[in-house]
């Protein structure tokens, strides 16, 4: 590459460091100065004889010359190609010296709008710089260069504060570990240039003065008091920042054509929540309103009005009323001449619901006249179904679909937004938490759609800003408070010291199983150490064994012990799921259906997911689920995306328990038989093998044997006791007792689910009578011998 | 260096900055002219007032002359208002024409401002013709 001359004695350096030079304090004194020289000269001319005065007048113009030189000029000299010291930003160039080293750079940078900028939305701050900068003047060739190039890439008229930040850190040697540490790559950088000249613009633009008309705007147009009092006028107050995105680009222009045209003068804005309708009908009306924007004569200074179904309702409570109050509202917007009526989410005024009514019969004939502008702006959804039941209405409207924003998109939004929210709550929010929160609300929220549903995120994370800063981890925390799950890597030392014991605290509930319990608490921790595929399940897992063996319980212990409660287990009982048209059940909407399997992940998606007994459901409701178990995904009635990815999914079946049985007792180990058997599985046409292949482990459960139901009777009288202690009472059980409720309790073909119930029965019956007859009193140890177990257990026997 | 920084303020100021007073003088002509919707109120000179009695009226011909005569008087009291407020905006206007042009000569001749003051010293002209 060339090497790049740095002409610290250019002219343009010189105007540069003279601009420095005179900074504000000292251009004030100019101005002091002149004024001072002013009245000094007037004061000498008309009061005294001396014509010294003169020479004072003249010498006025000097000061205002150097101050108006330093404002048009000094502190922003133009640009020249070809060299560095050209294209340096006046601030840069005038505080670098004579004999520039990188140090130096960074401590002019540090100065700078852009390196300021650069220090607030990325943390990448001048002691940071000045750690990987040297003090050697030939350093700074490679940061020129560096430099040049990327003011290029950014489209960048300078190479500014924050052209040269990127700049710093493209000539260090460890770069990329040094951006992976912030979590950033070098296109952040770049994006973090471009936000940085946007600010700028948006900032000159809003300098602008907005020409709307003046005072003799409105002459010509009628009066609209029914319409301001129960509408919302947008073009007041235009000159916000509203962003202008490709896509919205588009539909302005749309909107513009429909209207100037002498076509059909209404548009219907159709789109999910959250894309944007509302924001381009405010673009729309600003547009309309500035005199210096291109738009048709026939539609300059024309007023958008939004009028909000709920205060007309409010206002008019009866079908005949609101009909009148809406044709007198239309009809003096008819007679205005300059209203376009904007009815935001249209479908309350065509259809009979709580807080809308269906206006189709005063509305259609004026869509269809053209004799009122009008715009819509509707869900997808509502549009399709109104349109189902009125043709004519759809026929009527011109369409104008709006769709969500794309990734860059959305960024530009949030930076452009974002200026109101950091004003209005006095943070500063970084690039990260952008970033973060356009992640993190494609995963979790799901009532809106893009640009609105990353703001949304964005705006609640404001909430969370530590010292003043609305970081990524701002926005995390606004997730896991609001939506209830755990992103990123586990940092609390109770949690580690939970992940780290999963199996103990799992085992406290359930005995035995080991296999099973690890390979549960291993994906739990992969997923918590953020080694997992984010774009899957936390873990998808088959368990397969007789009934009565821990399956159930293992989830509901996973629940208990890691996702905060029993009540974090989404638990569908397949069973009930075994005709086609159950699918419709299991993705239904959260409204009709809170306990479809979509609205209670919607709800809550940090939790166990049970399929109980999965081999139970029909064919069609499995296939359904294979996206959620490969993808983690799942698509409500809605067709909304429902999210699975923070989800443990369990599936339980008893297939081929017999079988397992069998193999165990033959002697046979699990290991050998897992594959064998679930080869059996398919060729008998239990599962399909598609199917199979889902789960990241199929894990068979073996029938427990007496030692360990032994233990099952101890941690069903430790539930005992928990339940007992409410009345200051425990239990002590003999172990031949023990013994003997496992004698009477077990079931090779039930598991251990007798064993509860046989417990249960001997120590509650036992315990009822004891407390009846007066024996016990608070404080007292009940002990149970073998003899009082085998009394109630042969007399049950004999009644039975 | 001296001498090449002088050199560019004269530059400045007779090419950028001059074009830059010209712009910001015809800016605000222009926001004093939106202001007083000059070309708008041109336009709709003779349009009725408000759009009061400017519907159309069926009914007999008494009725109709009724409504023409409303819609005439409706006209000549928007016109009166609207040139009243052209008149008003065109004497603002002319002052700040004249503020602009003034603006505009001052900056052209402040570079010269101390020779002229030299040379009004050297002349031992006093103001005292004004005491």
């Given amino acids: 590459m060339d090497k790049v001359a740095f002409n610290s004695h250019s002219l343009r350096a010189a105007k540069s460091r003279l601009g420095v030079l005179l900074s504000n304090p000292l251009i004030l004194l100019f101005n002091v100065i002149t004024i001072g020289l002013l009245f000094g000269s007037l004061s000498v001319l008309l009061l005294t004889d001396m014509s010294i005065g003169w020479l004072l007048v003249g010498f006025t113009a000097i000061p205002i010359m150097i101050a108006e030189w330093h404002r048009g000029e000094l502190k922003s000299p133009r640009s020249i190609e070809g060299s560095v010291d050209g294209l340096l930003a006046g601030d840069i160039l005038g505080g670098l010296g004579k004999n520039p080293t990188p140090k130096t750079v960074v401590k002019a940078v540090a100065r700078s709008h852009g390196g300021i900028f650069f220090a607030n939305r990325f943390g990448i701050t001048s002691g940071f710089l000045d750690n990987i900068t040297t003090d050697q003047p030939a350093d700074c060739e490679p940061i020129w260069q560096s430099a040049l190039k990327i003011r290029e890439e950014a489209g960048s008229e300078f190479v500014s504060g924050a052209v040269l930040v990127v700049a710093i850190i493209d000539s260090y040697s460890e770069r990329d570990s040094l951006l992976a540490h912030m979590k950033l790559d070098r296109d952040d950088l770049l994006s973090g240039i471009r936000w940085y000249e946007h600010v700028r613009i948006l900032i000159n633009k809003s300098k602008r003065p907005l020409r709307t008309g003046g005072i003799a705007r409105d002459f010509a147009f009628g009066y609209i008091p029914m319409l301001k009092r129960f509408g919302q006028n947008l073009s007041e107050n235009t000159g916000g920042m509203h962003v202008e995105l490709e896509a919205h680009q588009k539909a302005l222009d749309q909107l513009i054509d429909s209207f100037g045209s002498g076509g059909s003068q209404n548009a219907a804005l159709i789109g999910a929540a959250g894309v944007g309708k509302s924001t381009i009908v405010r673009a729309f009306a600003e547009r309309l309103m500035d005199a210096d924007a291109k738009v048709p004569a026939n539609l300059k200074f024309r007023q958008v009005f939004m009028l909000d179904s709920s205060s007309l309702i409010s206002a008019a409570p009866g079908r005949g009323e609101l009909e009148g109050l809406i044709m007198h509202i239309l009809g003096e917007a008819q007679s205005a001449k300059n209203i376009i009526i904007c009815l935001d989410n249209a479908q309350m005024f065509f259809e009979d619901a709580v807080g809308s009514v269906d206006l189709s019969n005063v509305l259609l004939p004026i869509l269809e006249s053209d004799s009122l502008r009008i715009i819509l702006t509707m869900d997808e959804q509502k549009f399709l179904q109104i349109g189902q039941r009125n043709a004519g209405l759809m026929n009527a409207l011109n369409r104008i679909n709006i769709a969500p924003a794309t990734r860059e998109e959305t960024l530009t939004v949030m930076q452009d937004q974002l200026l109101f929210t950091e004003y209005k709550r006095k943070v500063t929010v970084m690039y990260q938490a952008l970033d973060e929160a356009y992640r993190l609300s494609e995963r979790y929220i799901h009532e809106l759609e893009m640009p609105g549903r990353a703001f949304k995120l964005l705006e609640s994370a404001a909430g969370y800003a530590e010292n003043g800063l609305v970081t990524g981890n701002s926005v995390q925390q606004a997730v896991e408070q609001t939506v209830g799950v755990k992103i990123g890597v586990a940092h609390g030392e109770q949690e580690r010291d939970t992940l780290l014991n999963l199996e103990d605290l799992i085992h406290k509930r359930m005995i035995n199983q080991t296999r099973a319990v690890q390979v549960v608490s291993d994906a739990l921790r992969r997923a918590r150490a953020g080694v997992r595929n984010e774009n899957r399940p936390i873990g998808t897992f088959l368990f397969l064994g007789p009934t009565g063996v821990g399956k159930t319980e293992l989830a509901k212990a996973l629940g208990d012990v890691y996702f905060g409660g029993e009540d974090r287990l989404i638990r569908l009982d397949m069973n009930e799921y075994v005709r086609s048209e159950d699918v419709a059940r299991l993705i239904a909407d959260g409204a009709d259906d809170p306990n479809s399997l979509t609205a209670q992940a919607m709800k809550q998606p940090f939790s166990v997911v049970l399929f109980d007994e999965i081999e139970k459901a029909h064919p069609q409701v499995l296939t359904t689920l294979l996206q959620l178990l490969d993808e983690g995904i799942l698509r409500d009635i809605k067709n909304r995306e429902v999210s699975f990815r923070d989800a443990i999914v369990i599936a339980t079946s008893n297939a081929g328990a017999d079988r397992i049985r069998e193999y165990i007792q033959r002697g046979y180990k699990m290991k050998d038989f897992e594959k064998q058997f679930t080869d059996e599985l398919i060729s008998s046409n239990q599962f399909k093998p598609e199917f199979l292949n889902r789960f990241d482990e199929i894990v068979i459960f073996r029938p427990l044997d007496k030692k360990e139901l032994l233990q099952v009777v101890d941690l069903i009288l430790v539930g005992i006791n928990k339940q007992m202690a409410l009345q200051k009472i425990s239990i002590n059980v003999a172990d031949d007792a023990k013994e003997f409720l496992v004698e009477k309790g077990y079931d090779p073909r039930l598991g251990a689910r007798p064993m509860r119930r046989v417990v249960q029965r001997t120590v509650e019956n036992t315990v009822a009578k004891q407390m009846l007859g007066g024996n016990v009193e608070p404080g007292t140890v009940i002990d149970i011998t073998l003899d009082e177990v085998r009394k109630i257990l042969n007399d049950d026997d004999s009644s039975a | ?131």
């Fill in chain 2, 1 to 131: 260096m001296v001498m090449l920084l002088l050199t560019s303020l004269f530059q400045w100021w007779y090419g950028d900055g001059f074009r830059e007073r010209i712009h910001i003088n015809s800016g605000r002509l222009e926001n004093i002219i939106d202001y007083f919707s000059f070309s708008l109120l041109l336009k709709t000179l003779f349009s009725p007032y408000r759009q009061i009695s400017a519907g159309t009226t069926q009914g007999s011909l008494e009725v109709k002359m009724r409504a023409m005569l409303d819609k005439l008087f409706s006209r000549v009291i928007g016109m009166v208002i609207r040139l009243m407020i052209l008149i008003v905006g065109a004497i603002v206007i002319g002052v700040l024409v004249t503020y602009s042009l003034v603006s505009i000569i001052t900056w052209a001749i402040l570079p010269i401002l101390p020779i002229v003051g030299v040379i009004l010293m050297g002349t031992g002209w006093t103001l005292e013709w004004i005491r």
